[in-house]
């Protein structure tokens, strides 16, 4: 056998053992300068930091479907802001409640604001002022054996 031979035969040789192994730790998967997340390899998912807070969530795909579950310490803030926003909602409906009368609603206001009939009139003359100004203009730039 030829010395090139060999040498082919030695690469074919580590790239068909080695390809196993890059197949089982795949690198983690680093978002472009100015994204948001990284995502990195993890026991049946991934894990997700977020670059900006710091936050790390777990990613699982189950069914076609991604799902991220954020980590204790996160979800335990978070239903701490969520009870803290249930007690601040219930004052605010209480103190509502109490108020003697709720403020008059202003004129303009209301939420029907339909145009009256001179209004609409007025547009629609716009309007059709304005086609027949653009349809004279095509006819005038058209050319003589072409169709608009």
Do not use: H, W
């Not at 998912?45 to 936050?55: C, D, M, P, Q, S």
């Not at 403020?103 to 604001?113: E, F, I, K, L, V």
């Amino acid at each position: 056998m030829s010395q090139s031979r060999r040498v082919l035969l030695a690469i074919g040789v580590v790239v068909v053992f080695r390809a196993p192994a890059f197949a089982e730790t795949p690198p983690p998967i680093v978002a472009p300068e100015g994204e948001r997340f990284t995502l990195t390899p993890a026991e049946g998912g991934y894990v997700r930091l977020n670059k900006e807070t710091g936050a790390l969530s777990y990613c699982s795909v189950k069914d076609g479907v991604t799902i991220c579950r954020l980590g204790a310490e996160e979800r335990a803030g978070l239903e701490a802001e969520i009870d803290r926003l249930r007690k601040e909602n219930a004052a605010l409906k209480a103190r509502a409640e109490a108020a003697p009368n709720p403020p008059a609603a202003r004129p303009n206001d209301a939420p029907n604001n339909v145009p009256n009939e001179e209004q609409f009139e007025r547009a629609l003359s716009f309007t059709e002022r304005f086609l027949r100004r653009i349809m004279r203009i095509f006819r005038e730039e058209a050319s003589p054996g072409g169709s608009l």
